[in-house]
């Protein structure tokens, strides 16, 4: 049986996964934004599980704990880089929510929409910068006991 903050994630990612296939307009209007893009996206669907995240895909990079891209779990935000969009290519332009089966949900700039893809693919492998955790999985012997068997939100 799954614990409750497992379900919670659960339903985090289902919701996430409800915007696949509405139409901009309705991905808007849950989004509750005049603009969709990867962090309008990223801000809404945890806003609707009670996380406050910053607006941008830049700001949201300084929120919560970097992960080791070996140790990525259902639920951590992915950074990538957007060639020209800053000076240098360190600097998140883009982000994605990490599903498992090396998926992430994110959504595109144009046209606007929210779709699943592998983090296998040539692009996002070299675009990659790095994941933040905003839900920690305490089963995880560094972050508390192994019998413990949680998930905790960052503040």
Wanted: with cysteine; aromatic share 8%.
């Amino acid at each position: 049986m799954l614990n409750t903050d497992q379900q919670k994630l659960n339903l985090l990612i289902a919701y996430a996964k409800s915007f696949i296939g509405l139409s901009r307009k309705k991905q808007k209007q849950l989004c509750e934004s005049r603009k969709l893009d990867c962090s309008s996206f990223i801000q809404s669907v945890y806003r609707k599980h009670g996380v406050i995240l910053p607006r941008t895909a830049r700001k949201q990079a300084g929120e919560g704990g970097l992960v080791e891209k070996d140790l990525i779990l259902e639920g951590d935000l992915l950074f990538f880089y957007v060639e020209d969009k800053y000076p240098t290519n360190d600097i998140p332009g883009h982000v994605g929510i990490y599903i498992g089966q090396q998926q992430m949900i994110h959504c595109l700039p144009s046209p606007s929409k929210v779709i699943l893809t592998s983090i296998e693919k040539p692009h996002w492998i070299k675009k990659y910068l790095f994941a933040r955790r905003i839900l920690i999985n305490t089963n995880d012997m560094s972050v508390a006991d192994s019998s413990n068997n949680t998930v905790c939100l960052l503040r």
